[in-house]
């Protein structure tokens, strides 16, 4: 369980997506760019409850999750990517687009890179700048 303390996020709803798995091509090596590899990607969204609180119980109130995995998709559609630090900087900077987030923490795991651990990864945690 991820857990995460920081005075800016007090009014905040967290929205998750949680081991999004994609195959893309990633890596800088030689044998990384024949193929694709299977990634896991987690993102955590955190909207303000004035912006995320819904009065009528309906969709356009809130942020909607498909907006999380779409972005995403748009991202590994892009081509190639050397980095995970690439692609979770990529993913940050499209979430921190929506004016109902006010922060993200995006990861991703490759799990089939070592046979004797569970994965290898990065994290990034970002909050928008005021405006």
Do not use: W
Not at 11 to 24: G, K, P, S, T
Not at 105 to 131: L, N, Q, W
């Amino acid at each position: 369980m991820f857990s995460l303390y920081h005075p800016a996020l007090n009014d905040c709803r967290r929205l998750f997506l949680r081991n999004y798995e994609v195959l893309i091509n990633i890596g800088v090596h030689e044998f990384e760019k024949k193929g694709e590899q299977r990634i896991l990607v987690n993102v955590d969204l955190f909207i303000p409850l004035a912006m995320s609180t819904p009065e009528h119980d309906q969709l356009d109130e809130v942020v909607d999750y498909d907006f999380i995995r779409s972005t995403i998709a748009k991202r590994m559609a892009q081509g190639h990517i050397h980095l995970q630090e690439t692609l979770c900087d990529d993913v940050i900077k499209a979430m921190l687009a929506h004016p109902k987030v006010r922060a993200v923490r995006v990861s991703t795991e490759k799990p089939d890179v070592y046979p004797d651990c569970d994965s290898v990864g990065v994290e990034v945690f970002r909050i928008k700048e005021a405006i």
